[in-house]
């Protein structure tokens, strides 16, 4: 039987968990509904785009969007070196780059990748969608499991590095696998009505 001090010094410890515990669900809802307040934006942005509402002479990235874009797992680092704060994208993979790899995506043809500046270029209701539901932890993912990236490269006798990668992966069959499958997918959610999400997006059928 335990004493009453050793209950007493428990006390502290279980309060302590509780709170953590607490403090964690607190902070879970909270950045549920920030990611539910921006994807609200987000929808409005797309909507007024499909609407012609904006100015057509100057569609950049909307503000929204580009909060959920930039927090797309993955999305921080460019998909090919993995240099921090990628301002260019490879819209065809749905990917973000940097300006040195957007220069060599540029090189492959817009029939393989279609480059475009996050920040300068003017972007189509399909093409935002096809950001916000590929993203760079998607694509890193779907390369890994085809060999297709510098740590799990398979494909011939010369090594995939961060200098040839843009050269050796966009290429193949799996790489058009990839793209268009990205935007038939990106076409369905166009056409299923106003964004809800990537998790809603999932559940579009086909």
């Known amino acids: 039987v335990r004493s009453c001090a050793q209950i007493n010094k428990q006390v502290p ?11 964690k669900m607190t902070n879970d809802a909270s950045c549920e509904l920030a990611e539910f307040h921006q994807i609200e934006l987000a929808s409005s942005e797309l909507e007024k ?8 002479k100057n569609r950049s990235f909307p503000p929204a969007c580009l909060s959920l ?6 999305n921080l680092r460019c998909i090919d070196c993995h240099v921090d704060n990628p301002q260019w994208a490879t819209v ?16 492959l043809g817009v029939q393989v990748s279609c480059v475009k500046s996050v920040t300068m270029d003017n972007w189509n209701h399909l ?16 390369f ?15 090594p995939i590095t961060r ?8 290429k193949t069959k ?19 009505g106003d964004y809800r999400g990537r998790e809603a997006s999932r559940r579009i059928e086909n």
């Open 13 to 23: 410890s279980l309060h302590l968990l509780c709170h953590h515990r607490v403090s």
């Open 49 to 56: 785009i499909r609407l012609g509402l904006d100015d057509i």
């Open 69 to 74: 874009l930039k927090n797309l797992n993955g």
């Open 92 to 107: 065809t993979y749905g990917a973000l780059l940097c300006l040195k790899c957007s220069g060599k995506h540029r090189s």
């Open 127 to 142: 093409e935002l969608l096809a950001m916000l539901e590929g993203g760079n932890a998607q694509l890193k993912r779907f």
């Open 144 to 158: 890994d499991r085809h060999k297709l990236s510098t740590e799990y490269y398979e494909g011939g006798s010369e």
């Open 163 to 170: 200098e040839n990668v843009t050269m050796l992966r966009y």
């Open 174 to 192: 799996a790489a058009l696998f990839y793209r268009e499958q990205l935007v038939q997918h990106a076409t369905r959610v166009l056409n299923s």
